[in-house]
């Protein structure tokens, strides 16, 4: 899921990124570390920091929403 239109962006460039965001989402994941399922959060991910429970709640929130982090965002 994209955020608001770009205004630095053809239509057809904001479309094709809508179908890479919707194939990148489709995929399945593995954590490199672990090997367990995980959500591929997109170019722009920056994770916060292990201990910071609200920013690890944001990101959980977003996730369940269906977003990605992209260059729009």
């Known amino acids: 899921m994209l955020g608001g239109s770009s205004h630095f962006m053809l239509s057809q ?3 094709a990124q809508q179908r890479e965001a919707d194939e ?3 995929r399945t994941y593995k ?3 672990c ?3 995980t959500h591929y959060m997109g ?3 920056k994770a916060p920091k292990r201990a910071d ?3 690890w709640s944001d990101v959980q929130s977003f996730i ?3 977003g990605t982090y992209y260059r729009s965002r």
Do not use: R, T
Request: net charge negative; charged share 20%.
């Open 24 to 26: 990148a989402n489709a």
């Open 43 to 45: 170019l722009n991910f």
């Open 64 to 66: 369940l929403s269906g």
């Open 13 to 15: 460039q904001q479309e």
């Open 35 to 37: 090997g367990s399922p």
């Open 53 to 55: 429970e609200k920013g």
């Open 31 to 33: 954590c490199p570390d």
